[in-house]
């Protein structure tokens, strides 16, 4: 049974546009005729056009078609909540993972609790853990060397100190990794980054003694130096005086494309060093930037992390952390002579698997600067017989020689 209907409008135009608009290609036209429209009490009436007709099938079918379009809808509006509903689980899931981790790193750097390591059954490991505790190593560090010890001494060698601490010694050397200059291409770019106040400038000058010099034996190389440093009182000219000093030739850079520039310009030359600003590890914002704009080297470049001796272990986890980004090579140890352990420096150096390249003890440029070695690191530790720390540097210039 047809559905029929009528609509008018002030046009036929008018009126059509209303079919189309309310039955669109259902409506069949069966007549149209002109018509009195509006008014009042029979005045100020107008022509209208009404059109009338019926539609081609039932209407309903097109309210059933509507019906499973918005059923349609709704399912896929369904299916994109629950995608919603499953990301947020990922999420709270990659949350409850990251916790876990930093869970996992805050256990391993609490003081050690366990009595197997504060307090050792045989009166050997005590002392053993006592003077690895004097000498500021971490409780992982202890805690390694202490199973190792049990693992691999016999009763005979804990009866015996001396012969203990002897295997203790050497073991500490093993876990010490120095960098080993590695040749490439010219020239090559070594690059120093690090925390505010560990001495990165005067560092980066006594380089250049090393290099540019030949301070230590080094055969002296054709180098320049560039520093990015435009922000501290007296940075810029503090690098330049060295440089005049020693006649080598020193840039200020403040961007990307500045660096890039000054970069091919000194490309014959043996080697480059660049002074850095020291930042904050908290500022990741500076740290960013100062990443982004090292990256105007454009050629292959090495970079190296200053870091203090006087600096809280805590600190430094969160130094070598912070300063993750940098592909940092090696560890720049500053201000020896200012700290009586570098217990906390070998363990870092350890748990990050970061090899130890340089130390500075001194202010003087060029002298307190030296290539680090397990045989220096070795004898600043306390309590240890003097002959066990001297074998082993003479094991360690038996292997050099």
Same mark, same amino acid.
């Given at each position: 049974?047809?559905?029929?209907?009528?609509?008018?409008?002030?046009?036929?135009?008018?009126?059509?546009?209303?079919?189309?608009?309310?039955?669109?290609?259902?409506?069949?036209?069966?007549?149209?005729?002109?018509?009195?429209?509006?008014?009042?009490?029979?005045?100020?009436?107008?022509?209208?056009?009404?059109?009338?007709?019926?539609?081609?099938?039932?209407?309903?079918?097109?309210?059933?078609?509507?019906?499973?379009?918005?059923?349609?809808?709704?399912?896929?509006?369904?299916?994109?909540?629950?995608?919603?509903?499953?990301?947020?689980?990922?999420?709270?899931?990659?949350?409850?993972?990251?916790?876990?981790?930093?869970?996992?790193?805050?256990?391993?750097?609490?003081?050690?609790?366990?009595?197997?390591?504060?307090?050792?059954?045989?009166?050997?490991?005590?002392?053993?853990?006592?003077?690895?505790?004097? $000498?500021?190593?971490?409780?992982?560090?202890?805690?390694?060397?202490?199973?190792? @010890?049990?693992?691999?001494?016999?009763?005979?060698?804990?009866?015996?100190?001396?012969?203990?601490?002897?295997?203790?010694?050497?073991?500490?050397?093993?876990?010490?990794?120095?960098?080993?200059?590695?040749?490439?291409?010219?020239?090559?770019?070594?690059?120093?980054?690090?925390?505010?106040?560990?001495?990165?400038?005067?560092?980066?000058?006594?380089?250049?003694? @090393?290099?540019?010099?030949? @301070?230590?034996?080094?055969?002296?190389?054709?180098?320049?130096?560039?520093?990015?440093?435009?922000?501290?009182?007296?940075?810029?000219?503090?690098?330049?005086?060295?440089?005049?000093?020693?006649?080598?030739?020193?840039?200020?850079?403040?961007?990307?494309?500045?660096?890039?520039?000054?970069?091919?310009?000194?490309?014959?030359?043996?080697?480059?060093?660049?002074?850095?600003?020291?930042?904050?590890?908290?500022?990741?914002?500076?740290?960013?930037?100062?990443?982004?704009?090292?990256?105007?080297?454009?050629?292959?470049?090495?970079?190296?992390?200053?870091?203090?001796?006087?600096?809280?272990?805590?600190?430094?986890?969160?130094?070598?952390?912070?300063?993750?980004?940098?592909?940092?090579?090696?560890?720049?140890?500053?201000?020896?002579?200012?700290?009586?352990?570098?217990?906390?420096?070998?363990?870092?150096?350890?748990?990050?698997?970061?090899?130890?390249?340089?130390?500075?003890?001194?202010?003087?440029?060029?002298? $307190?600067?030296?290539?680090?070695?397990?045989?220096?690191?070795?004898?600043?530790?306390?309590?240890?017989?003097?002959? $066990?720390?001297?074998?082993?540097?003479?094991?360690? $210039?038996?292997?050099?020689?």
């Amino acid at each position: 049974m047809h559905q029929f209907f009528t609509e008018s409008g002030a046009t036929f135009q008018e009126a059509m546009d209303k079919v189309r608009n309310k039955y669109g290609g259902s409506a069949q036209i069966t007549a149209h005729r002109t018509v009195e429209m509006g008014g009042f009490l029979g005045f100020f009436q107008r022509e209208g056009v009404e059109i009338s007709g019926f539609l081609k099938h039932d209407w309903n079918t097109q309210e059933k078609e509507k019906a499973k379009l918005e059923e349609e809808k709704r399912k896929l509006l369904a299916v994109a909540q629950a995608k919603v509903v499953e990301e947020k689980k990922e999420d709270h899931l990659k949350s409850v993972l990251e916790e876990v981790k930093l869970l996992k790193k805050q256990v391993e750097e609490l003081p050690d609790k366990m009595p197997e390591a504060r307090a050792p059954e045989h009166p050997s490991l005590k002392r053993l853990t006592e003077i690895l505790e004097d $000498n500021d190593f971490s409780p992982a560090y202890i805690r390694m060397l202490i199973d190792r @010890v049990k693992r691999e001494c016999s009763m005979a060698d804990l009866e015996t100190y001396e012969t203990l601490e002897a295997k203790v010694v050497e073991w500490i050397a093993q876990s010490l990794t120095i960098y080993e200059d590695i040749p490439g291409s010219k020239p090559r770019i070594f690059i120093l980054v690090g925390p505010t106040g560990v001495g990165k400038t005067t560092t980066i000058a006594k380089l250049a003694a @090393v290099y540019g010099l030949g @301070v230590g034996g080094e055969k002296p190389l054709k180098l320049s130096l560039i520093t990015i440093d435009n922000y501290r009182i007296g940075a810029k000219q503090q690098i330049e005086s060295y440089g005049e000093i020693m006649e080598i030739p020193v840039t200020c850079v403040e961007s990307y494309d500045t660096l890039r520039q000054r970069i091919e310009l000194d490309a014959q030359r043996d080697m480059i060093l660049i002074d850095t600003i020291g930042k904050s590890p908290k500022d990741f914002v500076k740290l960013a930037e100062m990443r982004h704009l090292l990256e105007g080297c454009g050629r292959p470049s090495e970079v190296h992390l200053a870091v203090s001796a006087t600096t809280k272990t805590k600190d430094i986890r969160e130094i070598f952390q912070q300063f993750e980004s940098f592909g940092y090579r090696s560890l720049v140890l500053t201000k020896l002579d200012e700290t009586s352990v570098v217990g906390n420096l070998i363990s870092l150096s350890w748990e990050r698997q970061k090899p130890i390249s340089f130390y500075t003890d001194g202010q003087a440029v060029p002298m $307190n600067i030296q290539r680090a070695t397990k045989a220096f690191l070795l004898e600043r530790l306390v309590g240890f017989r003097p002959e $066990n720390l001297k074998l082993m540097k003479r094991t360690e $210039n038996g292997r050099s020689s």
